[in-house]
């Protein structure tokens, strides 16, 4: 047997390379999904938290208001144990371009720090210097060496000399709006801040926890958290939307969703071998070889080819891992090769799935085959896997169907943080998949007809001849769309949770900004100010509907930084909600309105006095209103209480409303034109942080993508090799067709037809699944996530499906329609 073996080998050369390539391809796209995954939480260590795990522990202000002392540094230096501690200074500058007008975006000046990463050049070293954030430098069109100009919160010139490019990814604000990255005294010059946003904190011996306990110690509590360089990437990771353990969770799954893709592609190609091989398995047993014999040659083939296509297909996965980096580079996702990570479980457990999936996919139809009698299976005319479904099949499909829709409608419900519900969808979308391809033969008859009824009017005989064929073979049928179906799932689910992604930072852009722009004015709320002038000039404009003008000073309650202001409300621009109290308008000038938050935090109600101090005065202030509601500061005055108790001060924010359907670059033109003579405000457009907001999602986004692009190759391949076999075991059937007249450009086309109904059925079965279990996976990530429905994309993927179809029948039937009639006949 072990000769027969190696016989059969040879002898089926040409069918076995179509089920190694089967194993090849299914071994790559798990390897692959591996590969790029690891390569994706790798490059989100450093997108999303900026390196800060290789912060040993970190002092963080809670707010913009409560800064960390200028002293900390050095009195935790000369804590036991701590060998370095750095602090970041961070405020706001504005920087000239080549035409001496204010870029765009206006960066953030910040200290250089250890967590800085110069991509090009260096950092600064002498006050003179600076470094630009990549996307600053580009946008600005500066490069290293260059000399750039900004402007401090006074409109004070200072000129630095480019040294280097910084990689900001992961720096929040940074990252958003721009940087210019400057020397501590630089960074004060420019800004006037003397107080840090961070402190960092390393030691060489003591652990990290324990140098945060102690640290904490030292800070006390009030205004700052003190966390562990891990601890803080996780939390950035978190706080970005990208749990790391969903991260891990959902990329474990994909790769359990590509074995299930590899082994189903293995499956139908292995069956339909054997299948054609009923016969001359049935000529072994009359020469004497047992079942059991038979059973294991056919896995010994089996494992053979496993093995080295399994070799192959790790290969390729990895290749295809480093191949796709270049590629989602080009589509803007900036990622190096040495992100690319292959593991040693990469290694072992993508081509040990391979030969398992191969050896267990050869077992069912192995088996199947030598439980026919010898003699029946001499006087099979062809070893077809056409049967029509059974009962025991039928039923077992409903029954994985219920039970995956119970599974995953149970995870919807689980209220357990996002991973096990996210677990819960997918495993049960699997099973229910598992359930539809158990359905399949039922169901290609009614979606033949549906799907058929247009190629069977416009092609005539070819078009008939199509319908029937997938009619008349449901299981055949079935699996050839099995592949297609599963790259129609994944696309499509895909499709949606971005969808869904977008629209929620759609949505969380409104949320954090409720105006179309925010002018802030640049520097300190002591010194800030904003001209009377542009406010009138906005408001005189006819493509500005609304404007709301707001003047703050920094006070002092209960020891507390805090800032009261006043807002002047016009036109289109939110009015808040009173959910206790007088009403805005009747506040009189001694009189506060506070948000409900701040209300808690200060420990006061309606009717009571808030103390403020300001410039060594107290103020004292009754509750009269708590108000909810955006645009709104947190501690409001009146005009005339502003005025009374804080001075004339100009106006540190202006909230701008423009014209609906009004294009956002004339938009932006309008507020720049008006702030034009005060080159220090700040301009935040909601359109503008939207596209940045989603460009920081590109990056997942492209990798995820390769992924997808490995199931495509997968689903294309899958239904080629069952198209080709299909093809060959019906040699005597097609030279039968035309012996009885039907051309070979009618072959070819009713073989192409076929595989366009198959197609489309594959891909309208994929939509289906992937449309509800994409959406029910978005909901489990976040509770606040908006879930939508791409339409044009699904479009554009079943049309996609259906040409793919044709595509891959192309060259079977290519083959098919050559073949000598005479010989198909005879079986040679």
């Known amino acids: 047997m072990v000769r027969t073996t190696l016989a059969g080998l ?26 790029l995954g690891d390569t994706l939480k790798a490059h989100t260590e450093r997108t999303v938290t900026a390196n800060a795990a290789k912060v040993d522990v970190a002092v963080l202000a809670t707010s913009g208001l409560r800064k960390l002392p200028a002293t900390l540094p050095a009195e935790l230096s000369r804590l036991n144990g701590v060998d370095r501690a750095q602090g970041v200074l961070q405020g706001t500058t504005t920087l000239l371009g080549r035409d001496g007008r204010p870029t765009r975006a206006e960066p953030v000046a910040a200290s250089v720090s250890v967590r800085t990463e110069i991509s090009r050049g260096r950092a600064p070293a002498a006050d003179g210097e600076a470094a630009l954030a990549e996307a600053t430098a580009r946008d600005a069109g500066f490069a290293v060496g260059d000399t750039v100009t900004v402007l401090d919160p006074r409109g004070e010139r200072h000129r630095l000399r480019v040294t280097g490019l910084v990689d900001t990814a992961g720096h929040g604000e940074l990252n958003l ?8 005294a630089a960074t004060t010059a420019v800004t006037g801040e003397t107080e840090f946003t961070e402190v960092y904190v390393g030691s060489d011996a003591v652990p990290a926890e324990r140098l945060r306990t102690r640290v904490a110690a030292a800070v006390g509590t009030g205004g700052q958290d003190v966390l562990t360089g891990r601890q803080w990437a996780d939390e950035k990771a978190a706080g970005s ?24 592609v293995i499956h139908t190609t292995f069956s339909i071998l054997v299948a054609q091989r009923t016969r001359e398995l049935a000529l072994l047993r009359c020469v004497g070889a047992s079942r059991w014999q038979v059973f294991g040659s056919v896995l010994g083939e089996a494992a053979a080819v496993g093995t080295l296509a399994s070799a192959l297909g790790l290969a390729a996965g990895i290749a295809a891992g480093y191949g796709a ?4 580079a080009a589509f803007g996702a900036p990622i190096s090769v040495d992100t690319v990570a292959v593991r040693p479980a990469t290694l072992i457990a993508a081509p040990l799935a391979g030969v398992v999936a191969t050896v267990a996919a050869a077992a069912l139809p192995a088996r199947a085959a030598t439980r026919i009698a010898p003699v029946a299976a001499l006087n099979t005319v062809s070893g077809e896997i056409s049967a029509r479904a059974g009962a025991v099949r039928v039923i077992g499909g409903v029954l994985l169907c219920a039970a995956g829709l119970a599974v995953a409608l149970y995870g919807g419900l689980v209220q ?6 996210l677990i819960l969808v997918v495993c049960g979308g699997m099973v229910v998949f598992l359930g539809v391809v158990a359905l399949g033969p039922l169901l290609i008859g009614p979606l033949a007809r549906f799907v058929g009824a247009v190629p069977a009017l416009l092609f005539g005989a070819p078009g008939r001849l199509a319908v029937a064929n997938a009619r008349r073979h449901p299981k055949r049928a079935a699996a050839t769309t099995v592949a297609l179906t599963v790259g129609v799932t994944l696309m499509t689910g895909f499709s949606v949770v971005t969808a869904s992604f977008t629209a929620s930072v759609g949505t969380g852009v409104e949320r954090a900004i409720p105006v179309d722009y925010m002018i802030s004015a640049a520097g300190s709320a002591e010194t800030a100010a904003i001209p009377p002038s542009v406010v009138a000039e906005l408001r005189g404009h006819p493509d500005v509907t609304g404007v709301a003008a707001q003047r703050e000073t920094l006070v ?15 036109g289109a621009v939110g009015r808040p909600t009173v959910e206790k109290g007088a009403p805005i ?9 506070i948000r409900p938050d701040r209300a808690r935090q200060f420990g006061v109600d309606v009717g009571d006095t808030l103390t403020a101090r300001v410039g060594g005065r107290t103020v004292a202030l009754e509750v009269g209103a708590l108000v909810t509601g955006d645009p709104f500061p947190p501690f409001y005055v009146t005009a005339a209480g502003y005025d009374a108790h804080f001075g004339g001060r100009g106006y540190s924010a202006v909230l701008v409303d423009v014209a609906p359907g009004l294009a956002p670059e004339r938009a932006r033109a309008v507020v720049e034109d008006a702030t034009a003579s005060h080159p220090t405000a700040d301009i935040l457009g909601a359109h503008d942080a939207k596209e940045q907001l989603v460009s920081t999602l590109s990056d997942f986004v492209a990798i995820v993508a390769g992924l997808l692009g490995l199931a495509v190759v997968v689903s294309l391949i899958g239904i080629a090799n069952t198209m080709s076999l299909s093809v060959v075991e019906r040699t005597r059937e097609s030279a039968m067709l035309r012996a009885l007249g039907l051309g070979t450009r009618q072959l070819r086309g009713m073989l192409v037809i076929e595989a366009l109904i198959l197609g489309v059925i594959g891909a309208l079965v994929g939509v289906v699944l992937g449309v509800g279990f994409g959406l029910g996976a978005a909901a489990t990530v976040r509770d606040d996530l908006v879930l939508a429905l791409p339409v044009g994309q699904i479009a554009l993927i079943v049309a996609g499906s259906g040409l793919a179809g044709m595509a891959a029948a192309v060259a079977p039937a290519r083959r098919a329609a050559r073949a000598p009639i005479a010989a198909s006949l005879a079986g040679e």
């Not at 721009?178 to 020397?183: D, E, F, I, P, S």
């Not at 790391?244 to 990329?251: A, D, E, R, Y």
């Not at 002092?556 to 016009?570: E, M, N, V």
Request: zero cysteines; a positive charge; proline letters at 7%.
């Open 10 to 35: 040879r002898a089926h050369t040409a069918r076995l390379v179509l089920a190694a390539l089967a194993t090849v391809i299914g071994v790559a796209f798990v390897a692959g999904t591996l590969v």
């Open 177 to 184: 709006r721009g940087a210019v990255l400057l020397t501590p």
């Open 241 to 264: 939307g990208i749990d790391p353990g969903v991260l891990t969770t959902g990329l474990l799954l994909f790769a359990a969703v590509a074995l299930l893709v590899a082994a189903l």
């Open 325 to 328: 980096v270049p590629i989602v």
């Open 416 to 421: 357990t943080g996002p991973r096990t519900p």
């Open 556 to 570: 002092r309650i209960d020891g507390k930084r805090a800032s009261i202001g006043t807002i002047s409300l016009d």
């Open 585 to 593: 308008e009747a506040l009189g000038p001694d009189q506060i309105a």
